[in-house]
């Protein structure tokens, strides 16, 4: 068995239901990780990127509490909301347990397709034509270490403020000039609960960016695929993409796959 270091990519895959294209937000953990708060930077970067006509931003997502359903994020939205360049709402619909395929999942079988017809793939820029590759419909949106911001989580004490139970909202929507979540806790319901969720403290300005400098790939990861894979690559540009990964010595070894 000999151990094979790979760099572990992210994927936020925002597939559309109409006939707009799918935007899938790239990054390695080389420039961050995968915590609440990376995951409402990559939330904001689709906002933002978006086109200035959409007001209105509604997202289906499964109910994972790392990343889409949490008051780290929850924060977020409702700061993106009161900031002069956000939309007018957000929402966000919770598939029921157990139905939970979405548009995503046929994203990622075409991207799983297209990516065995390259049994190597040497960088991340290789990796992200592959996936544009697999689909017309879908374009990379990667971003480094200066589109991600330290969003927090504002909230209160869920028992003494009738905070809602986050594994019974069905629905958590986002309104402009408002502090409040409006929720509901099923989707056939016609009027929206109302409860005000984020500590009066807690200031709604965007958050300064505080991640000047990338994660950085764990120091011996990087010495090992240096010395055993990237010798044998034929494209000088690829070597250098290896040659320049920042490291750090205490970041942790996010996968270690075994290969017999």
């Known amino acids: 068995m000999t151990p094979i270091k790979r760099l572990v990519v992210f994927n936020e895959t925002f597939a559309s239901l109409h006939k707009d294209g799918n935007i899938c937000v790239m990054w390695h953990e080389a420039i961050r990780g995968r915590s609440a708060t990376d995951v409402a930077s990559a939330y904001y970067n689709v906002i933002k990127n978006s086109d200035n006509v959409t007001r209105k ?11 889409n359903k949490n008051w780290t994020l929850y924060s977020a939205f409702a700061t993106f909301v009161n900031c002069e360049w956000g939309p007018e709402k ?7 347990p157990g139905h939970s395929f979405m548009a995503a999942d046929s994203v990622h079988g075409r991207i799983s397709t297209e990516m065995k017809k390259h049994p190597n793939i040497y960088d991340f820029e290789q990796l992200l034509k592959i996936i544009e590759q697999s689909s017309k419909k879908t374009k990379c949106l990667p971003i480094n270490n200066f589109d991600f911001f330290l969003f927090e989580d504002g909230s209160k004490q869920r028992k003494s403020n009738n905070i809602p139970l986050l594994e ?8 402009k000039g408002c502090r409040h979540l409006f929720y509901k806790e099923c989707h ?3 009027v929206f609960q ?5 500590k009066k403290k807690v200031d709604l300005k965007f958050p300064i960016h505080p ?3 990338p994660l950085g790939l764990n120091s011996e990861k990087r010495e090992t695929i240096l010395k055993k894979l ?5 494209d000088e540009r690829k070597k250098l993409f290896w040659q320049f990964l920042p490291s750090n ?8 796959v075994s290969e017999a």
Not at 60 to 66: E, I, K, L
Not at 168 to 175: E, T, V
Not at 249 to 256: A, E, G, M, R
């Open 249 to 256: 010595d205490n970041s942790k070894d996010l996968c270690v």
């Open 211 to 213: 991640f000047v400098e």
């Open 194 to 198: 109302e409860v005000e969720f984020l």
């Open 168 to 175: 019974k909202i069905k629905l958590a929507q986002f309104r």
């Open 90 to 96: 957000i929402t966000l619909k919770y598939f029921e």
């Open 57 to 67: 931003f509604t997202f289906w997502v499964d109910n994972c509490s790392a990343q």
């Open 188 to 190: 056939n319901e016609t």
């Open 230 to 234: 990237v010798p044998s690559f034929k």
